[in-house]
């Protein structure tokens, strides 16, 4: 029996009060509350991701819930340097 790691992702959830930790936390595992900025960080699994979404918004003292954008950024920076490139490029022909 090997195991297996499942996917996860985590889900940036801004609050109106802190009383909405204790009703969020039962979604996923709670990672990280801010207390003066109104928000915490919570993990899910990749599947279930939308669902929990869903059912966190609908929450009483929930602002909004927005998923972590760092699976999808490329850790290699490869479009960032080729902008990078062209400005260059295009500075050289101005002088």
């Known amino acids: 029996m090997a195991f297996q790691p499942t996917s ?6 801004h609050i109106k009060s802190m009383r909405a930790v204790r009703s969020v936390r039962h979604y996923g ?5 801010s207390r003066k900025m109104h ?11 939308d669902s929990i979404a ?12 927005e998923q972590s ?9 490869t479009q960032l340097r080729q902008e990078m490139d062209v400005q260059h490029n295009e500075e050289d022909d101005f002088k």
């Open 29 to 33: 595992n709670l990672i990280y509350v």
């Open 8 to 13: 996860r992702r985590s889900l940036i959830v």
């Open 39 to 49: 928000y915490l960080v919570l993990y899910v699994d990749q599947k279930e991701i």
């Open 69 to 77: 954008a760092w699976p999808d950024l490329d850790p290699e920076l």
């Open 54 to 65: 869903e059912k966190i918004t609908k929450l009483r003292n929930v602002d909004r819930v």
